[in-house]
């Protein structure tokens, strides 16, 4: 939706009392297409969801799929209140035959190298298949297109464009882990709107060209950007000083250019390559082009959300000894130039999850072609030393660097080399504190100019002590809230151009999990009626509600909440299958009038022990029979939501 409109209508939100809050609701969408309220076009109504259990083994086949079990009540201005049954309206199953824009069939989630070809599964030599994905994650829902032939395009009603990613498979047909070793395929969706439901409908299917890109390296979450393009991620950084012995990374390498050798030139096999922003920008024909921004920070890079001025980057960092950044563009909808900031945490308290304030060093200022020259140009031995043991040398300083001790020393005149591609090593030797864990997804509530933190999992040296950061947990993580200001100079003492800028971060009490001492009755670690390790989160400004996705490892299902900021309840919403994870989270104000919650799962049936113990035997040939012997998952959205206004 307009970004302004958003904030315009603001004034006119007011909490009625309960879970419910202020929503110009005309009529509720289904996937089964059926509009079952209705009200003056244009009059507001009220709205909130009334949550669901967690399903347990007396329902087995609802925790072999996803479920949804929770309502969303409105009220109109009749005081008449409608209460509608949500559910699960699935696109495709990764692995599904779906049309290309030519109405070919392609493979979703289907893996292709750097030039195009399809990538085969040759592990089984019973079997011979193309890989696809398990794992689709990050999406985004885009605001309508101009100049859309939507007739070409096999689309009956209004044309709307989805960008989903696909972070990585899990394994091949021999049962072999594939993590990370195949590049990441992100697909335009091209969906059919029915104007009067509100219901989408995948009709094409178009892999997007990556090659310009260099490929793309495990990308996670995802957010639309102010000016409707889809900003993507890469997670997890090579550690450049050893990529050549990384296995991992060369065999990626591999695959990326179907060829062997490709591990041997250096132009290829180059690690700072990845782990930037990549951007989808979506054309009328429902075709997309990717452009790699490589100022914005070399880190593991999960959810960025570009705040409502089109220039300030608030960034998730998911890695031991991770930080909290900020890109500040040097002009509105335009990433490729920009300062990039690292934070200094000055805690306040360390209770729960704790709170602190925080202060901002300036890592630089670069150009994405500058970095990207740089990053073709130099090795990692040209920018700093490393160090993996103590060199008894005092002209290098210790660091932490993804749970390990590292000895650096930076070369002369390296500094923006340093800062841009070598991010968390340089950030610890300004002094920035680099003591998160598992810091996933960012989103931001514009109306109170609140931004809000996904902290999957409070451990390591966000509570021993090895760092600045010294809080109690829990292990089953918190959704912080930032708050954001203006006038902010940064530990220089040069001004901040951003009126977005994070100066306090506290952990949200109703949204901190809660470790349970002993597992429960069906195995759960973390209490099922909390959320626990947070990890995709998106806000709705209209309904004034956080969507929070789990990645849990202390669920035995993993679920998505609606947590209302007004009135501090916390519903569940949806439950995916047990072992897999919520992804693909957006949740969607208004496009064409519709408002839209979009949801993927990934990985479904990850077993893990003792977690699942009490329940794989039960589930396991269930999810087999679900998912495609648990080699597929879905992307899709939760059908039942409102028109938001009359269109």
Known sequence: MNENFALSRRSTLKVLGGAFVALPIARLAHAEGTATHEAAAGMPGTASFEGMSAPGLADPDAMARVSVGSKLSLEGPDKAKKISDLSYHAFFQTGDEVPDLDGKPTIAGGYFDIHGQPIMDLSDPAEKRQFF????????????????DKAALGVKGNPVFAVVQFEYTSRDLAKDDMYGRLPSPIA???????????????VRYANVDTAGAHGLWITCGASRSPWNTHLSSE??????????SDETFLAYITNLYGDAEAVKDPAKANPYLYNHIPEVRVNADGSGTITKHFCVGRISHELIQVCPDARTVLM???????????????RPEDLSAGSLYVAKWHQTSGKGPGAGDLTWIKLGHATSDEIETLAKTLKPTDIMDVAYEDPSDDSFAKIAYGGKDNWVRLKPGMEKAAAFLETHRYAALKGASLGFTKWEGTTVNAADKIGYVAMSYIKGPMIDGSSDIKVEGPLAGSVYALTLTDGQKDEGGEAIDSEWVPVHMAGIAEVTGEDLAEPDALGNLANPDKVANPDNIKFSEDMRTLFIGEDSGLHVNNFLWAYNVDDKTCKRVLSTPSGAESTGLQSVDNVNGWTYIMSNFQHPGDWESPLHDKVKDVLEPLIDKNFKNRYAAQVGYIAGMPQARSA
């Open 133 to 148: 994905s398990d794992c689709p994650d990050g999406m985004a829902l885009l605001q309508p297109i101009e100049g859309v």
């Open 188 to 202: 335009v969706l091209t969906l059919d709107q029915d104007p009067d439901t509100g219901h989408l409908e995948l």
């Open 316 to 330: 998730g960092d998911d890695m031991t000894n991770g930080g909290a950044f900020m890109f500040v563009a040097d």
């Open 235 to 244: 997670e997890y950084p090579t550690d450049a000083f050893s990529a050549d």
